[in-house]
């Protein structure tokens, strides 16, 4: 190990790590500290841990039950591989590397700096705090406080500071969920109703108009799916007229056309175009309306990442492919490529994807942490608990055994993802 120290600062190496030391951010945790919204917080932490660690619990048993009742969940594990339920960009074959790593600061950083204010505020010292480097690259953050007095603190301000880690990831984590569900809901169609041929008989082809347009209105009243417009057209009989607006070439001066409808053989009153990608454009829009519906009620779609083959969300980069016949050729588009956001733009995906990596690193994080598996946040809170309650009357020992033992069945659960899947195989 090298150390070194400049000014503030402290180095040192413990290759292939690189810890940086320092006790400028101290004064700012005891600022923080001293307010009144900190003190909430810390008793709200000690409300919503024992929530949290029992919401993780149930997730785990649950998983469990899944891989030892469900074959197919064990072949979609065994090809996922063991790696998958690790927490670690670039190893987890669906955490992405960028917005994985970028999760994972915001997560130690708010985790560990609670746990460091907390701790100023009720009187315990925090000797220093710094930053984590794995061959350079930030990958964490650590606050060191006096482990005696966590050992023989008051049970309240040992539960505050340990809870306080776990509950600021959930705290994250929720500000980011809401941003993400605020964004969803903005998002709106982007392929819009573009002309691909006009019908040589078409009362469209007389008046003007040409493949390319895009299709904002009719009779002033603005639409943005082929169901709008098919609705608007069901209501016409054939020979009466409709106004036409379209976009031209994208310039934003709007041309309107007064156009006749006909049956040219449908047995209904067409305008006489053929719109490009119908299919998917069809698609994009009932998908997006489900989808709204799905994530406001059921936020348990935003624990399935982006990248998992299961749950396709808007701002995915997975592809999804025309099957109409007809054009000789497939049309295959970005998800995320279907959607726009009046603020974002087309670039709405990458604001929503940062919000969503935060927010699923965040809570994972929490739900981890609030395991009451030792040395976690949860497992050091359940022995403290122990410790005043079961150790006064059967003794310190019972008490270190019974936390013990809460932990090896929850390690044993952990593992029990792992090896079930292969184990079937023998079976």
């Not at 040589?200 to 007389?206: G, H, L, Q, V, W």
């Not at 108009?209 to 639409?223: L, N, R, S, T, Y």
């Not at 041309?255 to 454009?281: C, W, Y």
């Not at 497939?330 to 919000?355: E, M, R, W």
Request: proline share 5%; with cysteine.
């Amino acid at each position: 190990m090298v150390s070194k120290s400049y000014r503030d600062l402290a180095i040192e190496v413990k290759l292939p790590f690189i810890l940086l030391k320092t006790d400028r951010l101290l004064k700012f945790y005891e600022k923080v500290a001293g307010t009144r919204l900190t003190r909430v917080f810390s008793w709200i932490s000690i409300f919503l841990l024992p929530f949290v660690a029992a919401g993780g619990i149930l997730l785990l048993v649950n998983s469990v039950m899944l891989v030892l009742t469900r074959p197919e969940v064990q072949e979609a594990q065994r090809e996922a591989g063991p790696q998958s339920l690790l927490l670690i960009p670039g190893i987890n074959p669906y955490l992405p590397i960028i917005y994985g790593w970028i999760g994972i600061l915001v997560a130690i950083i708010a985790h560990e700096s609670m746990h460091g204010i907390i701790a100023r505020m009720v009187g315990y010292q925090v000797k220093t705090t710094g930053m984590i480097l794995f061959l350079g690259i930030p990958i964490g953050a650590f606050v060191e406080i006096n482990e005696e007095e966590l050992k023989s603190g008051k049970t309240r301000d040992v539960a505050r500071v340990l809870s306080g880690g776990p509950i600021s990831n959930v705290a994250v984590a929720t500000l980011c969920l809401v941003g993400l569900l605020i964004i969803i809901t903005g998002l709106q169609p982007a392929l819009g109703i573009i002309v691909s041929e006009v019908l040589p008989s078409s009362s469209a082809s007389e008046v003007g108009i040409m493949p390319g347009d895009k299709i904002i209105a009719i009779d002033d009243k603005q639409i943005s799916s082929l169901t709008e417009l098919r609705k608007i057209l069901e209501s016409k009989k054939s020979g009466e007229y409709v106004t036409v607006s379209v976009l031209r070439n994208d310039v934003k001066e709007v041309k309107k056309f007064n156009v006749e409808l006909r049956d040219l053989g449908g047995g209904h009153p067409m305008i006489g175009v053929k719109i490009a990608n119908s299919d998917i454009l069809e698609w994009s829009v009932q998908y997006l309306d489900s989808y709204k519906n799905v994530a406001l009620k059921n936020p348990i779609i935003h624990l399935v990442p982006p990248s998992y083959p299961t749950v396709l969300h808007p701002y995915s980069d997975r592809m999804i492919c025309s099957t109409t016949n007809q054009s000789t050729t497939t049309a295959c588009f970005d998800v995320k490529s279907l959607y726009i956001h009046p603020l974002f733009g087309q670039n709405y995906y990458i604001i929503a994807n940062l919000l969503f990596w935060i927010w699923f690193v965040n809570i994972n994080v929490a739900i981890f942490n609030a395991l009451p598996i030792y040395p976690l946040d949860g497992g050091q809170a359940l022995r403290k608990l122990f410790s005043i309650t079961i150790g006064k009357k059967l003794g310190e020992k019972s008490a270190f055994y019974l936390s013990v033992s809460v932990t090896l069945v929850l390690v044993g659960l952990i593992f029990s993802l792992i090896m079930v899947p292969y184990l079937a195989l023998l079976a």
